[in-house]
C-alpha cells in the first residue's frame, strides 16, 4: 500500500475493504471521513504511526511505529439497539487474534469492559465511537491499538508488549488475524443467539472474575465482587450486605498481585 491509502480487500476477511497509511492522525477519524464522504462501510483502515490517537474518555494513546493501529467502519450495523455489545465482541475477536498470531492459547484475558491483560499489564485499548450521518447513516467506528514491539513507561496502568513478552508478531501479521476473528465475532453478533455466545466467550477470559475489584465511574468508586456480566454486557457486582450492583460505564481497577 502507498501513503495515498488505494482500497484493496482486507488481509485475513476479503469480502471487507482496507486502506494502508504510513501515518495519519487517527485511524478512527479517518474512517469518519470516509463515512461522510459516502462510503458504504466494513472498510478497514490501519496505519504505521497516529499523530492523534485516542483511547476511552479522552485519553492520549501513544502511537510509534511498531505497533498495530487499525479501525473498522460499520455503517448501519444491527440490530442498532445492541451496538453497546460491540466493544466486547472486539475484545473477544482480538483476544482471539492475539492468540492466533503468538501461536498461543488463552494468553491474554479480558478485563471489562475490553482491556487485553496479559499477567496483570494492559496490552491494548479498544475504542468504539459513533455518528449519525447528514443523510441520517449510522457510522460505527471501533478502533484497536495493541502493543507489538513497545508500550509507554507511565500509564494510568501497568502495561506490556508482545515483543518484551517474548513473542515476535509483527502488526501486519496481527491485522490479518484480528480482521478474521473480527469478521466471526460480527457474524457470531448478528445471528440467532446474537451476543450470549459473546459474553460466553468473554467471560471465559474475564479477569478476576469472583474476586474483589474496584470500579471508578464518573459519579463514585465501587467495590465489590466481580460476580457476572449480564446479558447486555453491563459489570455485575456483589457488595459485601450480599446485594448486587449493575454497572454500565466505568474503569476498572484490579488488587494488584
Known amino acids: 500500500m502507498t501513503s495515498q491509502g488505494l482500497e484493496c480487500p482486507a488481509p ?10 504510513e501515518t495519519v492522525g487517527s485511524t478512527n477519524s479517518l474512517c469518519f471521513e470516509r463515512a461522510r464522504g459516502g462510503h458504504p462501510g466494513n472498510l478497514w483502515i490501519r496505519a504505521h504511526t497516529q499523530s492523534e490517537g485516542r483511547g476511552r474518555r479522552g485519553r492520549d494513546w501513544m502511537s510509534p511505529e511498531g505497533n498495530l493501529f487499525t479501525s473498522l467502519l460499520l455503517i448501519d450495523p444491527e440490530p442498532v439497539g445492541r451496538i453497546g455489545e460491540l466493544p466486547l465482541g472486539a475484545a ?3 483476544a482471539e487474534a492475539v492468540d492466533k498470531a503468538a501461536g498461543t492459547l488463552q494468553l491474554v ?6 482491556d487485553l491483560l496479559v499477567e496483570g499489564a494492559k496490552l491494548s485499548g479498544i475504542l468504539l465511537e459513533a455518528e449519525t450521518l447528514a443523510d441520517g447513516r449510522r457510522a460505527v467506528v471501533i478502533g484497536f491499538g495493541v502493543n ?8 494510568l496502568y501497568k502495561a506490556t508488549d508482545l ?14 488475524s484480528l480482521a478474521e476473528t473480527l469478521a466471526e ?10 451476543f450470549e455466545g459473546i459474553r460466553t466467550a468473554w467471560l471465559n477470559r474475564a479477569a478476576h472474575l469472583g474476586r474483589e475489584i474496584t470500579v471508578r465511574t464518573a459519579q463514585e468508586e465501587i467495590t465489590g465482587i466481580f460476580a457476572d456480566m449480564d446479558a447486555r454486557g453491563h459489570l455485575v457486582l456483589k457488595q459485601e450486605d450480599g446485594g448486587q450492583r449493575t454497572v454500565y460505564a466505568g474503569d476498572v ?3 494488584e498481585a
Open 92 to 94: 473477544v475477536a482480538l
Open 148 to 155: 507489538c514491539v513497545s508500550h509507554p513507561p507511565l500509564t
Open 253 to 255: 481497577f484490579l488488587p
Open 12 to 21: 485475513g476477511a476479503p469480502d471487507f475493504r482496507y486502506e494502508e497509511h
Open 185 to 194: 465475532q460480527l457474524s457470531r453478533w448478528q445471528g440467532p443467539n446474537g
Open 109 to 114: 484475558s479480558l478485563k471489562w469492559p475490553n
Open 163 to 176: 515483543r518484551s513478552l517474548g513473542f515476535q508478531v509483527t502488526a501486519e501479521r496481527l491485522f490479518a
